[in-house]
């Protein structure tokens, strides 16, 4: 059985073929398409006609894709959402949405409502509920909102009220995609709000994506096992993705870091994916990429649900140059998936990094007679203003002084020399330029817990252990196979500020692609 994996990207789309052994069997790459998913067809149809494969041996294909990103970023094709914070009277000071754009608030919201309920961070009820206030709420969005985001005081805790809550608005308003805080974020309720709503308005948009890429394999005839990749640098099956939209967000540079791990045999290194539009500079640590430890901001929003930790700076393949009494300025803007219209190189009229390295003799040596005419010193010293802004970037990300392997991935490391300060060496590992659809392909399965657990009624080890079960089950509600799940990070950090005992336990498990996912309750 072969793995295909997709990797949609700004300026390409790539398709990979990988063996029963995770070996590399074919690549390619397609511009990426306004609509996505034409491009996505494109680059399936073009693997399996250029490869001469045998559709019906492509057992599993997996998709990486910034469907969800875009629909935030230009604010289309998001669900109007109604939200119910679990929380009166403690948080009634600061309402939901507060702090967010204008633009995107009118673009989701329906209506908001604080409701009573609530918990203490041991578990402890701050309130109880009432149903009378769910229901006139209902009342008042029913008709008019697309799905529910749910979140209340300490949800991640214990979960019963948002699940009771749930209930209930399935009751008054029937089968609505309802989103649950406590299954999304972490500590800290206004980012986890913001982020549980987020996934509320990307529930149309995720299944646009299933459908698109279904559609595209029905098309060209290969009926295979669909997985979804998150940014944690893992897969999760159908029916996760639909649930849990958001964890699509950030993908693709995980899919690179994940890629190069595996086409370098280096587990631990920083990882230089360039692209045609950006820089994305990540860490590679034990084989996965390293996690941020910060609130993250998506569309102007601030959240704190899981994100890879990394750098993107505007330097890509197809970054615009200009010079400006004498002042040579490097990007951001880029000429993205017009770069074969609109470079130089290929017989457009805007200079790029592309063409700057061409001149150089670093690339596209066949292409070097349309670049002769710029001069050697002025391409020089861009080149020399473009090695500076990676450098920077790359000791912002190391944490020592120490230097350390760099791997480069995607096609845009053309512009990248054979040193690099920060480095011990510069890594290009055959197939570099589609490392993203390689990793993408790799098929490891994750489960994350992140919950605060009371030492009053429990000791450490067994509160790590329920929370090692607690990953495990995730971990297999994804689509891991349950026997070869193992946890690959256990953090605990005591919570001073908290009264009593109180512990910040989180958790990850992994495992390979099993068949038989758990449903999903």
Known sequence: MYRLGVDVGGTNTDAALLDAHLQVVFTVKVPTTKDVESGIYKAIAKLVQESKIDRSSIGYAMLGTTHCTNAIVERKRLNKVGVIRIGKPATTSIPPFTDWPQDLREEIEVGSKIVSGGYEFDGRIISELNREEVSLFCSQIKGIAESVAISGVFAPVNKEQEQIVAMWVREELGNIPISLSHEIGSIGLLERENATILNAALMTTGQAVINGFSKALKDIGIEAEMFYSQNDGTLMNEDYAL??????????????????????GILDAIVLDIGGTTSDIGVLSKGFPRQSSLAVTIGGVNTNFRMPDILSIGLGGGTRIRETNENIKVGPDSVGYEITKKSIIFGGEVLTA?????????????????VKHLPRAFCNRVHEKMIEMLEVGIDQMKTSSKNVPIILSGGGSIIVPDSLKGGT???????????????????????????????KQMN???????????????????????????????????????????LFI???????????????S
Not at 481 to 502: K, Q, R
């Open 243 to 264: 649930r849990y939209p958001i964890l699509t967000m950030g993908c693709g540079p995980t899919n690179s870091i994940r890629g190069s791990a595996h086409l370098s």
């Open 354 to 370: 592309s063409d700057i390295v061409t001149n150089l003799g670093y690339a596209f040596k066949n292409r070097t007679e349309k």
């Open 460 to 502: 450490r080890g067994q509160a790590i252990e329920d929370a090692r079960k607690q990953a495990t089950k995730e971990a297999i509600k994804a689509g891991a196979d349950e026997d070869t799940i193992s946890i690959v990070s256990v953090e605990d950090i005591p919570l001073a500020y908290l009264p009593g005992n109180a």
């Open 425 to 455: 060496e510069v890594i290009r590992p055959q197939h570099y330029d589609a490392a993203n659809a390689i990793g993408a392909a790799l098929g490891q399965v994750s489960g994350e817990i992140e919950r605060i657990y009371s030492l």
């Open 506 to 520: 989180r958790v990850k498990a992994v495992g390979d692609l099993g068949s038989v996912p758990l449903p999903l």
